[in-house]
Structure formats: C-alpha cells, structure tokens
C-alpha cells in the first residue's frame, strides 16, 4: 500500500512538472482623453491589437481603455479606479496637461509604471519638460515633436510654385484653426506652420487664428464665418489636425472655392479620407502623425516596464510630410 501511495505521488509530482506554468496575466489600464477623436480612435484600436499580438504563453494581458470624454474629473477618477484595481501599468492620454503633476505623482506614489501618450506635459515655465517624467525611470513619455508636424505643414505650402501666395501681393494671407489651446502640439503646430515660412523669407499675413478644439464641426463653422468675412483674401487655411480640416474642406466647397485653384487647405494626422482628398486635390496637404508607430512606441514601454526595467525619459516617433506625389503610400488599405 506504501509503494502504490509513493509511486502515485511521485506520478502526480512528474506530470506537475511537466505541464506547462500558468502564463502570468498583466492588468493595463489606458485612459484616453476622449473616444470621439479620429485620431485617438485609431490610435487606440492599434494600441490593443499590437498588446494583444504580442501575447506569449508566459505574459497575457488585460487591457481596460476608458473614455475621459474630454473631462479631467471623469479622467482623474478613472485614474483612481485604475489605481484601486490595482493596476500593473497605466498608459495615459492626458485630459488637460496642466494636471499631469497631479495624476503623475498619484500613480508613482502607488508604484505603477506610467506610459504618458499624445500630450506631452511641460515645465511650470512652459518650456522644459515635466519633471515627473526626468526624475522617474518608471515613467515615460511617448509621442512626436509637434514642432516638426507644424514645420512641415509651413513646408507644404513654401513648397507650392506661388508658395501659397494666390494674389501675387507678395504676402500668404492666412487663418489658422487651433486645437486646444492648453495642448502643446496645438501651441507648436501654430507657432511653427508660419516659423517656417518666415525664416525663409516669406511675408506672411494673419486674418484670423481661433481654436476649434480639434473638432470638426468647429473647424467648419470657423471656416465658413472666416470664408464669409474675408472671402478670396484667404489664401490658406492651416488646421493643426485633420478632423478640422475636414470641416474646413466642407466650408470651402459650400462657399464655392477650389483647393489648389483659390484657396490651400492642410492639415495634420494623415487620416485616410484626408490622405485621399491629397490625392483627389481637395486638399493641398497633410501630415502623418504616426499612430501605428507611436501606439507600437507606447506598447513597447508597456512591457519594458512590466518586466521591471528602467525605462527611458522619452520615446519619439517623427512625423512624415504627406503630398500628392507620395500620398498613396500613406492610404490605408
């Protein structure tokens, strides 16, 4: 009876040992400050598809996205919630950037890893970095130099044979659709559109410049106000993202001007409805904001954080310049 007990448990002890161990399941939490942003949308939906392709028989992941709805109290208490549950990394899409010292300490105070995405927050003096991010190798920012995206929107239009200049005045006459004016890639995509045409050379005009938050709707309604008060005195309408864009484009054909003929419309995001007006030339130009590349970035973060190594300050992902002679690289299939 002994030995048929001790061959038993040793059975049990060698099949033990044989089976596979259980994979361990990481909890992400992702809070992106609102769902109703095309650019977000994508973002997101390939945040999750890479995580979850990159499942292995030892790490799986658990992956929660909630939407901040455009709302920093409905942003902090998603945080909270994340915190509770107990989170083992947190990758965020800030509401409002002037509350990232508050949230960053909150969620470094409870150890867990931090992937801050899309609005990079600064400085108290609105230039230097964060110091969240400097002094803490469990958090990191990933993203893309807004300064570039706007550099190379100005370049669009240099670019052109009039360089943007319709009227032949000697002056690009211009109105500028903003996105949130707390966002530092609404700040440096305005700053540097008319930066770069002005270092090289060229006067520049400002008609009007209004924040439309990056939405649609709002681009479209400045659009056509400013279409309406200025009429052919517009030479260019800059929107710091497409979804702006798309509403200025709506603007333009309902006042019955023609991109490339009267008026030049660029944008920045490279979505693939505008990537096919490029193409059309319903729209002079965009800017690819990465969102494969930056959500791959963030995920990347996500791991390298999970498995207890020190992450960098700053992961970033260039910005490329989108034309009608290369804008079909950039359509999605």
């Known amino acids: 009876m002994k030995k048929s007990m001790l061959f ?42 890479y995580m979850k392709s990159l499942e292995t028989d030892d790490m799986k992941f658990d992956i929660t996205i909630v939407d901040g709805k455009n709302d920093m109290a409905e942003q902090s208490n998603q945080i909270d919630n994340f915190i509770t549950q107990g989170m083992d990394v947190i990758i965020l899409n800030l509401v409002q950037t002037s509350s990232a010292d508050a949230i960053i300490d909150k969620i470094v105070e409870n150890e867990i890893p ?7 927050p600064l400085g108290d003096d609105g230039d230097e970095s964060y110091k969240g991010i400097l002094d803490n190798a469990t958090v990191c920012y990933v993203g893309a130099d807004a300064r570039q995206s706007g550099s190379m929107q100005g370049a669009l239009i240099a670019d052109l044979e009039n360089h943007g200049d319709l009227n032949g005045d000697g002056k690009i006459s211009y109105i ?6 707390e966002n530092i890639d609404a700040q440096y995509r305005t700053q540097f559109s008319i930066k770069y045409l002005t270092d090289n050379g060229f006067e520049v005009e400002e008609l009007d410049d209004q924040v439309g938050n990056w939405a649609q709707a709002k681009g479209q309604e400045i659009a056509a106000n400013d279409l309406s008060k200025f009429g052919d005195a517009i030479e260019v309408i800059f929107c710091n993202n497409d979804a702006m864009a ?88």
């Open 176 to 181: 500028m659709i903003e996105g949130d004016p």
């Open 114 to 120: 931090l992937i801050l995405i899309n609005r990079e």
């Open 8 to 49: 038993v448990l040793a059975l049990v002890f060698v099949l033990a040992c044989a089976l596979p161990a259980a994979a361990e399941t990481y909890k992400v939490g992702v809070a992106i400050y609102q769902f109703d942003d095309n650019f977000m949308t994508l973002y997101r939906n390939e945040l999750e598809k």
């Open 246 to 333: 798309l509403g200025a484009a709506a603007a333009i054909q309902a006042a019955g001007r023609e991109v490339g003929k009267d008026i030049y419309l660029v944008g920045v995001d490279a979505l693939n409805e505008c990537v096919q007006m490029v193409i059309d030339g319903t729209m002079t130009g965009t800017v690819k904001n990465d969102e494969v590349g930056q959500s791959h970035a963030a995920v990347d973060a996500a791991i390298v954080a999970l498995k207890g190594e020190e992450l960098q300050n700053y992961y970033w992902v260039d910005y490329v310049k989108v034309t009608a002679e290369n804008a079909e690289n950039f359509l999605a299939k």
